[in-house]
């Protein structure tokens, strides 16, 4: 619901429905689908370049206690979910496991102000060799490293795909 010192902007592009709220605080929400609509699957293309770049990002769960658990993290997405790759057990993956809400916000090294934050939710667990050779991949994004050099003896690999329900900027 929308206050009263809140404006509404809405504007319809093809078969996705994108409702922008701007808030007293002037940070301006995307709203992705609505009911009765076709969605688009795709994240917003800032967003998408925020997460493909080289920008850590911070992703907030729900620990068991029910307070906020959030950690700094190397992070994915294939152009339609947001991938973080974490250990099976670490904090994380055992909140999301019990409850998939997530927040996800990531920021341009080179400039802070361009931002983006994800409210949604894990619909997926990837684990086997997908999420294996999918920690290589981000080692060489984030360290120009072409294998993952902080493995512990028995790790074993996930990817959580997120899928976004909300995207702030």
């Known amino acids: 619901m929308v206050s009263s010192s809140n404006e509404l902007f809405e504007q319809d592009k093809g078969n996705a429905e994108l409702r922008y709220y701007k808030a007293s605080s002037s940070i301006p929400v995307l709203l992705l689908g609505d009911v009765g609509r076709k969605m688009s699957s795709l994240l917003p293309e800032k967003a998408r ?45 055992k909140n999301t496991r019990r409850d998939p809400r997530v927040w996800v916000a990531v920021a341009d090294h080179s400039n802070p102000y361009n931002q983006a934050m994800i409210k949604g939710s894990v619909v997926e667990r990837i684990t086997g060799e997908v999420a294996e050779s999918h920690i290589d991949k981000l080692a060489k994004k984030y360290t120009g490293l072409d294998k993952y050099g902080s493995r512990r003896p028995g790790e074993r690999r996930i990817i959580l795909k997120i899928k976004a329900q909300r995207v702030f900027f």
Do not use: C, M
Not at 52 to 75: C, L, M, R, Y
Not at 77 to 87: H, K, Q, R, S
């Open 49 to 93: 370049k925020l997460l493909e770049e080289k920008n850590f990002a911070f992703i907030g769960t729900i620990a068991n206690d029910g307070s906020p658990h959030v950690t700094q993290t190397w992070v994915d997405t294939d152009g339609e979910y947001v991938l973080i790759n974490t250990a099976i057990g670490r904090a994380k993956e």
